[in-house]
T-cell receptor, first 115, second 114 residues
Framework: GQQLNQSPQSMFIQEGEDVSMNCTSSSIFNTWLWYKQDPGEGPVLLIALYKAGELTSNGRLTAQFGTTRKDSFLNISASIPSDVGIYFCAGQLMGFQGGSEKLVFGKGTKLTVNP | KAGVTQTPRYLIKTRGQQVTLSCSPISGHRSVSWYQQTPGQGLQFLFEYFSETQRNKGNFPGRFSGRQFSNSRSEMNVSTLELGDSALYLC?????????????FGNGTRLTVT
């Protein structure tokens, strides 16, 4: 089946540093979503991207939909301790006009922020 | 606006038993999807319901089933539990099923099978 390669698997950074993570695939996607999951909770939607090349910000978070439609990245600027968690990318495959059956999730990037 | 509510939060069952998990979507959301999350496999799609109809099903055995009620609330059932069914089961709702209707997740039900 289709796979999303999310990297890095984990990151250990100091408070105040910027963070970058990305997802790539051999498949073409028409939607990219980024979620954050805190321990014991469900994933929370951070940013949704719907057009190739789209760059969207949500506070200190910025995500981009790659121009090839096969990748996306998420940047976090000036990290703070509450940024700790697991970040997931999710892509919806080209050709499917809806339905979460074609929403594919990456394995996640575990972020640790040292104060 | 209340988020997606899943009950119970935790369950411990023994092999061979069955279990029913419940999900109440965000008010106005008509689509409900279920995912299984494990450390090894990540988030795997189970099934999606819209207007009481199952739209799609993931690659899980028939022991996993679900349904949706007229008020959009959904339940999933796992029969003849196996040790490998231990996981966090996440429910997500969305307004519809088209583009622009991203999933909003509940906090999950942690199922442990002993």
């Amino acid at each position: 089946g289709q796979q999303l390669n999310q990297s890095p698997q984990s990151m250990f950074i100091q408070e105040g540093e910027d963070v970058s993570m990305n997802c790539t695939s051999s498949s073409i996607f028409n939607t990219w979503l980024w979620y954050k999951q805190d321990p014991g909770e469900g994933p929370v939607l951070l940013i949704a991207l719907y057009k190739a090349g789209e760059l969207t910000s949500n506070g200190r978070l910025t995500a981009q939909f790659g121009t090839t439609r096969k990748d996306s990245f998420l940047n976090i600027s000036a990290s703070i301790p509450s940024d700790v968690g697991i970040y997931f990318c999710a892509g919806q495959l080209m050709g499917f006009q809806g339905g979460s059956e074609k929403l594919v999730f990456g394995k996640g990037t575990k972020l640790t922020v040292n104060p | 606006k209340a988020g997606v509510t899943q009950t119970p939060r935790y369950l411990i069952k023994t092999r061979g038993q069955q279990v029913t998990l419940s999900c109440s979507p965000i008010s106005g959301h008509r689509s409900v999807s279920w995912y299984q999350q494990t450390p090894g496999q990540g988030l795997q799609f189970l099934f999606e319901y819209f207007s009481e109809t199952q739209r799609n099903k993931g690659n899980f055995p028939g022991r996993f089933s679900g349904r949706q009620f007229s008020n959009s609330r959904s339940e999933m059932n796992v029969s003849t539990l196996e040790l490998g069914d231990s996981a966090l089961y996440l429910c997500a709702s969305s307004l519809g099923t088209g583009l622009g209707s991203p999933l909003h997740f509940g906090n999950g039900t942690r199922l442990t099978v002993t």
